[in-house]
């Protein structure tokens, strides 16, 4: 909506206030999809936890193949879970976490 009415301005995130409250072992994989979410509606800048090597290396474009699976399955084009594992795998989980196609549960990862 926002390029919709003020054209041209940009948006930021806080991006941990979606996994605020959760354990602090899963709140990157949270943060991380999120992102990722967010990137394909064109947000701006977001603030970011720049510790984490993984979530720095989405931001800086180097995890294409993992923003372009979340981005596909935001259009409805599910990989199935039997051909991912690892990081794209945890992507995978946690986008159905956050989209609500699955109940929310800090064990969404080990299911």
């Known amino acids: 909506m926002l ?30 999809t999120y ?3 967010l990137m394909k509606y064109g947000i701006s800048t977001a603030i970011v936890n720049s510790y984490d090597a993984e979530l720095m290396a989405i931001c800086k474009g180097e995890r294409q193949e993992h923003v372009d ?12 879970i039997s051909s991912l594992s690892g990081v794209a795998l945890e992507h995978y989980k946690t986008y159905k976490a956050l989209s ?12």
């Open 3 to 32: 390029p919709d009415i003020a054209p041209g301005a940009g948006s930021t995130v806080g991006l941990s206030n979606v996994s605020n409250g959760v354990a602090d072992h899963l709140r990157k994989y949270l943060d991380r």
């Open 35 to 37: 992102l990722i979410m």
């Open 69 to 80: 699976m979340v981005h596909a399955m935001m259009d409805g084009n599910d990989p199935g």
């Open 100 to 111: 609500g196609q699955i109940v929310f549960s800090e064990s969404w990862l080990e299911l």
